[in-house]
């Protein structure tokens, strides 16, 4: 058994422990998904699983939706979802497989949102993750822009929301207040506070105690570094201390 996070199991009985399109697509694979040491899913339950195998699965579907996969979005994927090198065919045989399939991506982004109704951060870590490695190429295509917006409808998130989280991975209106999803009517206390909330919300030491998979880890990471590069130019703007 390996001791990384992706090791050899039986693709069917983990597919039906997750159910759904991703069950049949972890099925699929047969044998190269998820297990700890200890060859338990995570240590607990599937919803990790569904995290990580959603995530692969949308990346794989939006590669499709452009028609392109380009080696600076394939950088940026392995970026988000990490394994060591011995584990990858894994990965790459679950999104080869997703990009393949007949299921559309809204099966797939609709199980994420069900089984995450409850964790809206943890949808708005799978957006993020598409984000990253849908601008990895220099720009946001009008398929991939349209694709992410269609999964994050799915996810029940709306405009406003949705350019919160698109203004912290390319430039809008070059408008910081759009990262902090802030009015620039907030008087400086109300700011302050606005932040410290997102900082306390977003940072990664929170999804490392709720024992998260590191994609969600890596995400988180990267979400608070624009939370705080938003901040900082807003704060010098204003000449805040």
Request: charged share 25%; hydrophobic share 45%; proline share 4%.
């Amino acid at each position: 058994m390996s001791n990384g996070l992706w090791g050899k199991i039986g693709g069917a009985g983990l597919g039906l422990a997750v159910g759904g399109p991703l069950g049949a697509l972890i099925g699929a694979v047969a044998g190269h998904f998820l297990v700890d040491r200890e060859g338990s899913l995570f240590g607990r339950t599937p919803r990790e699983v569904v995290f990580t195998t959603g995530l692969v699965a949308l990346a794989a579907k939006m590669a499709k939706s452009d028609g392109v996969v380009t080696p600076s979005e394939v950088a940026a994927f392995e970026e988000v979802v990490r394994v060591p090198e011995d584990e990858r065919p894994g990965v790459t045989r679950l999104f080869d497989l997703a990009k393949s399939t007949t299921s559309g991506f809204e099966a797939y982004a609709q199980q994420i949102a069900d089984t995450f109704h409850d964790e809206p951060g943890l949808l708005e870590d799978v957006l993020d993750g598409l984000f990253h490695i849908a601008k990895a190429d220099g720009a946001l295509h009008d398929k991939e822009a349209q694709y992410l917006r269609a999964v994050a409808g799915i996810f029940g998130f709306d405009a406003a929301r949705f350019t919160c989280i698109a203004a912290r991975h390319i430039r809008l209106a070059d408008d910081p207040y759009e990262v902090l999803g802030a009015a620039r009517t907030l008087s400086d206390a109300q700011l302050k506070a606005r932040y410290r909330s997102l900082v306390a919300e977003n940072h990664p030491d929170k999804a490392v105690a709720r024992g998260l998979p590191p994609a969600a880890v890596a995400i988180a990471t990267r979400r608070l570094a624009a939370i705080n590069a938003a901040y900082d130019r807003i704060a010098a703007e204003r000449g805040l201390t």
